[in-house]
């Protein structure tokens, strides 16, 4: 199985978790994050500002499991990825930034109606 031409080209071997990290520290950065301490080789933690992320390795893949730890339930999400499917970097931070923008908007929902229900 070989890796997806975005990762072979910035990889200098083609190891299993070398292409997680690589994969994982591109979607932390175009999501403007720090990366992972480099220490964490099967499984990654990052938090944005309404949104953990936590991304463990698989075997041919990554997991990330998407949580909304702020809300009255908490909310989360898992997302599977398969090398051999060549997933998109940019795919996976833009899905990031919808799920976080649904958190936003659940999170100010029981707010609002709170001044409504205060005006009646």
Known sequence: MSLPPWLRSRLPS?????SFVAFTDEVARLLEL???PPAEVYQRAYQTARVWMVWRYKDG????FLECPY???RDGVWVRLQWH???????????????ERGARRERRRP??????????
């Open 14 to 18: 083609e190891s299993p978790t070398r």
């Open 34 to 36: 720090p990366p992972a």
């Open 61 to 64: 893949g990554a997991s990330l």
């Open 71 to 73: 809300g009255e339930l």
């Open 85 to 99: 499917q060549s997933p998109d970097p940019q795919t996976v931070a833009a899905m990031v930034r919808a799920y």
């Open 111 to 120: 707010y609002w109606l709170a001044r409504v229900l205060r005006g009646r």
